[in-house]
């Protein structure tokens, strides 16, 4: 079972340059999100999805696109990397119904823009 | 705003002793769950415990339990008989069960756990 598997593991971007960052699952899972993750501020919430076709914005969504085209796979893109968005990304992903054991997380991608 | 403080940047424990790692949350909700997660140097979230907050028995897993005091809006982590293992990033989280099924998780912003041998 691979869960969730996030693509790259490390990348470094120029200040300026796009890249998109990966997530599949194969869980069948409705629920998709995507957080960063700072020193000292947890993991915050960038985009999350609850279905294919279906897309919100959440606490820190600037900077950041999303589409969900299929239940498997939720890409975020990064439209013009800045240093800021230097972090840990996390997607995760859980069923809307009936599972109530939190998230499946991916293994995470450190990303820094310089 | 749903909120989530976890007030202990850094703890630390002796090997087989026990420790409690604090969490405390808002909410006006009625019906919600928390969760404790662990990150490990390797990065990986682990799901260590999960509480419903309509349930008044507290969760245990293992040498892990909680406890939850919903009026205070606590909830706590007991880990019992550390081990090097534990070593990791501890993180609070919040997700309320909305009728319009968004299911959004706030998480606190970690306590590090260092286990001394």
């Known amino acids: 079972n691979a869960g969730v598997t996030q693509t790259p593991k490390f990348q470094v971007l120029k200040t300026g340059q796009s890249m998109t960052l990966q997530c599949a699952q194969d869980?069948?899972?409705?629920?998709m999100s995507w957080y960063r993750q700072d020193p000292g501020m947890g993991l915050r919430l960038i985009h999350y999805?609850?279905?294919?076709?279906?897309?919100d914005q959440g606490e820190v969504p600037n900077g950041y696109n999303v589409s969900r085209s299929t239940t498997e796979d939720f890409p975020l893109r990064l439209l013009s990397a800045a240093p800021s968005q230097t972090s840990v990304y996390f997607c995760?992903?859980?069923?809307?119904?009936?599972?109530?054991?939190?998230?499946?997380f991916g293994s995470g991608t450190r990303l820094t823009v310089v | 705003a749903q909120t989530v403080t976890q007030s202990q940047p850094e703890m630390s424990v002796q090997e087989a002793e026990t420790v409690t790692l604090s969490c405390t949350y808002d909410?006006?909700?009625?019906?919600?769950?928390l969760f404790w997660y662990k990150q490990p140097p390797s990065r990986q979230m682990i799901l260590v415990i999960r509480?419903?907050?309509?349930?008044?028995q507290n969760a245990t897993e293992n040498r892990f339990s909680v406890n939850f005091q919903k009026a205070a809006k606590s909830f706590s982590l007991k880990i019992s008989d550390s081990q090097l293992g534990d070593a990791a990033m501890y993180f609070c989280?919040?997700?309320?069960?909305?009728?319009?099924?968004?299911?959004?998780?706030?998480f606190g912003t970690g306590t590090r756990l260092k286990v001394l041998a």
């Open positions: 869980m069948n899972h409705e629920y």
């Open positions: 509480q419903e907050a309509y349930k008044q």
């Open positions: 909410t006006s909700e009625s019906d919600y769950y």
């Open positions: 995760a992903s859980s069923s809307r119904q009936g599972d109530n054991y939190g998230y499946t």
């Open positions: 999805s609850v279905g294919a076709g279906i897309t």
């Open positions: 989280a919040y997700r309320d069960d909305t009728t319009s099924g968004t299911y959004k998780y706030i």
